[in-house]
């Protein structure tokens, strides 16, 4: 048995070069979203809205294609959401670089690429809901074990968003469980 496992372990890559891949990552952590531009106010006090970090989850799906061994090009659509609901409040697609520094199993993934935010105000005494759309970025840090056409592994990921007025800003990160098949 423990031969097995070790051979399991050993296998050198989920993928070949030229193979192309795709991922589904879940998590939780911590949210924010504020207005920074303060053009969001409860119209009774007249006070700017800036909102409480919040817990909420993420969902991450990934298409990529592995170019290199460690270097695999890819596009990641991710949402978040801080009420804990299937409402979610914020969504990014990414352009992404996966790149495996040193060709071991610790990877780190930047993106840049467009967001969607969705933020919640109080105006004369009735709640709105604003839809605001710019630039996004993240960034992720992980570790994956290696299997024979599938690889599993943690993900510490941070991600944000501001409007293409600026008018509202969002960011949030998760610990994640990412799993990712080979084509």
Sequence with gaps: ????????????????E????????????????SDNTLRIFDDYSRDPKLYPAEQGFNIQLQLGYVLLHDFRPGLMIESWSRNGTLDFDHL????????FPKQGDFYIRPGVGIGLT???????????????????????????????GMEIGPQFI??????????VWASHYSLMLEFNWAM
């Design 18 to 33: 030229g193979d192309f891949f795709y991922g589904l990552g879940f998590g939780a952590g911590n949210g924010k979203m």
């Design 1 to 16: 048995k423990l031969i097995v496992l070790l051979c399991l372990f050993a296998t050198p890559l989920f993928a070949s």
């Design 118 to 148: 969705k933020v919640d105000y109080l105006e004369r005494g009735d709640w709105h809901r604003k839809m605001d759309f710019g630039s996004a970025w993240n960034c992720a840090l992980g570790y994956v074990f290696r299997f024979d």
């Design 158 to 167: 941070y991600s944000g968003s501001m409007g293409k007025d600026l008018e």
């Design 92 to 99: 990014l697609l990414t352009p992404v670089v996966t790149w």
